[in-house]
Nanobody, 122 residues
C-alpha cells in the first residue's frame, strides 16, 4: 500500500502565501506523477498542479503564475507553493500520486492523501 501525508494548510489572508507538503511512503517502486487537487464545498474535485517524473509541470489556468509545484529533496515528496492567494482558492487540497508498487506484478497505484484545508479570508 501507498500512503500520502499532507501538511501545511491553514488560514491566510488574501494576498498571502502558504506552502503545502506531501510525502509518499509504502510499497513504491516508481512514481510517474505527483499532483495537487482541490475540492470546494459543493464542487467537483479539480486539478491544481501536477509534476511528472521527468520534471514537467501542468497547472490549472486559475493558478498559473501564482502557484508552483516542485519535488522535494527527500524522495517521493512534493510541494505546492501558493502565492497571491484569493478567497476562491479556499478548498480542501488533496495530494495524489500515481505509479507502480514493489509487488511481483508491479501493480499500478493511484493514491490520495487525506486532504488539508486551505482557507483564504480576511
Amino acid at each position: 500500500q501507498v500512503q500520502l501525508v499532507e501538511s501545511g494548510g491553514g488560514l491566510v489572508q488574501p494576498g498571502g502565501s502558504l506552502r503545502l507538503s506531501c510525502a509518499a511512503s509504502g510499497s513504491i517502486f516508481s512514481i510517474n506523477a505527483m499532483g495537487w487537487y482541490r475540492q470546494a464545498p459543493g464542487k467537483q474535485r479539480e486539478l491544481v498542479a501536477v509534476i511528472i517524473s521527468g520534471g514537467s509541470t501542468t497547472y490549472a489556468d486559475s493558478v498559473k503564475g501564482r502557484f508552483t509545484i516542485s519535488k522535494g529533496n527527500a524522495e517521493n515528496t512534493v510541494y505546492l507553493q501558493m502565492n497571491s492567494l484569493k478567497p476562491e482558492d479556499t478548498s480542501v487540497y488533496y495530494c495524489n500520486s500515481k505509479g507502480y508498487d514493489h509487488s511481483y506484478y508491479r501493480y499500478y497505484f493511484d493514491a490520495w492523501g487525506q486532504g488539508t484545508l486551505v482557507t483564504v479570508s480576511s
